[in-house]
């Protein structure tokens, strides 16, 4: 930390080194007298020179020692001080004065010896356990580099054409435009001509800088020429009232005659011009109070500052001040109490839109000296945990001095970190907008040659709908313009002859600008029939297992993702049975996967039922093995190929091949209907000979499990006649993996519901949709439970919700919709 820091508040927090040896033959008595006055740079040339008149006292030696660490520490030596630190606490010099370590492990923080520093956070935590600034340093520090590899989204500059060699510092906006800034500075040119004694710096003064359209910055000069403002003594760390004609700022006057603190100063402006700076009345606050680094309320009733005063929790604290009208004096100052304040220093309070307070503090644990950290009040006036800025918003420097644009994320900071031109900087900040964009290529899933001239349309939830083509080398873009924030995607594919495609992504919750990829395969129409997933039937029954619905997913997917194809359902039998019968049969079963589908929303015009029976024997497209039997690709499995195989079992695997279910597409130019009819609420009963849902009694347990379809899903369910609608967490997590519900679809914060990667014990999900049977119910609220041992769990009233129902225990069925 620089030392103008103790000039703009006056008494520093340092270490009391009592002075054991006599004043007559004391070497270090000039060293001391320089240290007092805070000439630093001027005792540590002193205390080397004592240091080596002192021969044979090893306890002035240690005190020398411990004199100099202080001395780096407070110019900014930290490699000097670190090594001095450490031979006191070899010479158990820290048993005298504990806070040896905290300010060690300091030092140690801020020249990158991470591990090193923990453990002397950890010594000083363990030896003065009350003062949380060991714990609070220790945490910290294991973060830091997990900060740095991943930093915030801030991004931070340097603003060197308005920095110098000196100190610049304690940036404020000075106009409504936001176009111009006040900082502090002690460069050349400032009012006072003299040298700080304190600082060997010049005096600080008020500068103001203003940048323009193209984004430069104008030669910085000193805010008031007139030493209304400025004057011979130190003035920095301004802020300005909401309408801009009010400055206050912090004065540290220079007056040899008499002793005096700093305070808070204010002045109007009228025009061009400034009246004279008068001191801001507070009661209990004089002239020989130390006081500081202003922040004021819009409404000017509210002023926060830091100060070193009694009643304090240790270092320099952040106070409050209250009035009730601009033209009364401040009240009682009020300590911000131990959340905001530490045993260390909480300064340069910043209050955004009177409720968010940004304040620097080394005590609260962060990367390195000074952090800076935020706040927020809350409806009861109190205010909340700290929480730390992070990088690059800190480093392992003094970061302080915030000041942000009343509506935009973006504004200046003070820090000497590395890069900086001076002793300390003004530093440039922005959360950059959140740019994304979308590309990728389109190929042929047959041959993988690119696709030109696809149409790609991106549909946002928003409602926005952008479509283009792709290029001759299948290339397709979205720009950042075309983009947007917190908003779900989906990504249609489409070209005639193929089968549409689509994906999704998501911009919700993507904290980094994203260039997101996404390349796609089209899939071919092809004129032949295409086999769907093993659809297995009782012999001679042509009802749709629940097991082998999900078979249908696929299809349901193509049929939804191409809304303009029409196609045919072809069901095939074995040769072991009539002509006549296995027409029959095969056609109920090709029915059946139709009925299935339009419970499913398919519209009925779509779909063509087709049984072929066994007249199309099933022709090898590759190499099959079915139970162990292989046969290869270009077979057919005609009656005089299967009467040939040599076993029982290889002809069976060959009927199996035969029994199968097909779709292929009939037409292409299918234009959906326009009404609204709600497909999925036509009753169709899958088995029209018994429109009822068969439970199977597990083992042990004798509950009873059956089927239903959760927002397109088939689950198995447990009937308990007592139990109300359960899902377990295995379950939920397994719906939320799939998609079938998000994070909208659950009661309350989903902030707090979904954390640490898991569903809170008794989360309410609002299902869009349960089919059972033929009867679907919507809106259906499930409670999570830890303790379910089966996935889904309904109860008597839940199945209510469907109609009246008949349970016959003799054939374990139960039937919905009993009129």
């Known amino acids: ?171 404020a906006y000075t106009t409504d435009n936001y176009n111009e800034i006040v900082f502090t500075s002690t460069r050349e040119g400032a009012t006072g001509k003299e040298t700080d004694k304190w600082t060997a710096q010049n005096f600080s003064d008020l500068f103001v800088a203003k940048i323009d359209r193209k984004d430069e910055w104008s030669e910085p000069v000193l805010f008031d020429a007139t030493e209304k403002l400025n004057t011979n003594a130190n003035e920095g760390a301004a802020v300005f009232n909401s309408k801009f004609n009010t400055i206050y700022f912090t004065r540290c006057p220079n007056d040899q005659q008499k002793e005096s603190g700093c305070q808070i100063y204010k002045a109007r402006r009228t025009g061009r011009t400034w009246s004279e700076a008068e001191m801001v009345e507070m009661v209990g606050i004089d002239t020989l109070s130390t006081i500081g680094q202003p922040t004021i309320s819009e409404g000017e009733l509210v002023i926060y500052f830091a100060a070193n005063r009694r009643n304090g929790l240790g270092g320099k604290d952040i106070w409050v001040a209250f009035r009730d009208s601009k033209s009364e004096p401040f009240g009682r100052p009020m300590n911000l109490g131990e959340t905001i304040n530490t045993p260390g220093d909480e300064m340069f309070p910043f209050l955004r839109n009177d409720t968010t307070l940004f304040f620097a503090s080394d005590g609260h644990g962060g990367m390195g000296g000074l952090d800076i950290f935020v706040t927020k009040i809350d409806t009861s006036g109190n205010w909340g945990e700290p929480k730390n800025l992070k990088y690059p918003i800190n480093s392992i420097s003094d970061d302080f001095a915030i000041v942000f644009h009343p509506t935009d994320e973006y504004g200046f900071l003070s820090s000497s970190r590395k890069g ?134 696929g299809l349901i997917q193509t049929l939804r993702d191409n809304p303009n194809i029409v196609v045919e359902l072809a069901a095939h039998t074995d040769a072991r049975d009539s002509y006549e019968r296995n027409d029959v049969l095969s056609q109920r079963r090709a029915q059946s996967v139709v009925d299935y589908l339009i419970v499913r929303g398919i519209e009925p015009s779509r779909l063509v039922a087709k049984g072929y029976g066994e007249r199309v024997p099933i022709t090898l497209k590759r190499d099959v093995i079915r139970d162990g039997y292989p ?12 009467a040939a195989l040599t076993s029982n079992g290889e002809k069976e695997a060959a009927h199996q091949l035969n029994r199968r279910t097909e779709f292929r597409v009939l037409r292409k130019d299918y234009v959906p209907s326009a009404t609204n009819i709600d497909l999925t609420k036509i009753n169709i009963a899958i088995n029209p000979e ?89 809106n259906v609220m499930l409670r999570v439970n830890y303790k379910l041992n089966y996935g889904l769990v309904f109860g008597d009233r839940f199945l209510k919700k469907f109609g009246k129902y008949s349970y016959n225990t003799k054939t374990n069925k139960l039937t919905i919709g009993v009129k």
Request: aromatic share 10%; proline share 4%; glycine share 4%.
């Open 631 to 642: 046969f290869t690709e270009g077979t057919t499995m005609t009656e005089d190929y299967i």
């Open 1 to 171: 930390m620089n030392k103008l820091f103790s000039t703009l508040l006056i008494f520093s927090f340092v270490i009391a080194i009592p002075i054991t040896v006599s004043a007559q033959r004391n070497p270090a008595k000039s060293a001391d007298e320089a240290f007092s006055k805070q000439q630093y740079s001027l005792a540590i040339d002193k205390y080397k020179k004592a240091y080596t008149k002192v021969k044979k006292n090893k306890e002035e030696k240690n005190r020398i020692t411990a004199q100099l660490a202080e001395c780096y520490r407070l110019t900014g030596n930290f490699k000097r001080a670190s090594i001095s630190y450490k031979r006191l606490i070899k010479n158990d010099y820290d048993k005298r004065n504990p806070e040896l370590l905290l300010h060690y492990a300091n030092m140690l923080k801020m020249t990158g010896n991470y591990d090193e520093a923990i453990n002397q956070y950890n010594a000083y935590a363990l030896r003065v356990p009350e003062d949380p600034r060991g714990v609070n340093g220790a945490e910290s520090t294991a973060l830091i580099e997990e900060w740095i590899a991943n930093p915030s989204k801030y991004e931070v500059t340097n603003v060197k054409k308005i920095n110098s060699r000196e100190a610049d510092f304690a940036p």
């Open 420 to 553: 900086s031109r001076g002793l300390e900087d003004i530093w440039y900040f922005i959360e950059p907008p959140l740019l994304f964009s979308l590309s990728g290529t389109v190929r042929d899933d047959r041959t993988l040659m690119t696709m030109g001239d696809v149409n790609v349309q991106l549909i946002g939830s928003s409602g926005i709908s952008v479509t283009t083509r792709t290029n001759d080398e299948g290339f397709y873009s979205f720009g950042e313009s075309q983009l947007e924030t917190n908003t779900m995607y989906e990504v249609l594919v489409a070209k005639p002859n193929y089968f549409n495609t689509k994906g999704t992504f998501t911009t919700v919750g993507v904290e980094f600008s994203k260039d997101f990829v996404k390349d796609f395969n089209l899939i071919p129409i092809p004129a032949e029939p295409i086999e769907l997933p093993e659809i297995l039937y009782d012999l001679a029954k042509w009802e749709l297992k629940p097991q082998y619905q999900d078979s249908l997913q």
């Open 690 to 778: 018994d429109n009822a849902i068969v439970f199977t009694e597990a083992p042990k347990t004798g509950t009873y499990i059956s089927t239903c379809i959760i927002n397109g899903y088939n689950e198995e369910f447990a009937f308990d006649r007592t139990a109300d609608a359960m899902i377990s967490l295995d379950k939920a997590l397994d719906l939320l993996k799939w998609g079938a519900i998000s994070k909208n679809d659950f009661e309350g914060d989903p902030e707090k519901i979904l954390a640490n990667n898991t569903i809170a014990n008794k989360a309410i999900i609002n299902i869009k949709e349960i089919n059972i049977a033929n009867q679907k119910v919507e």
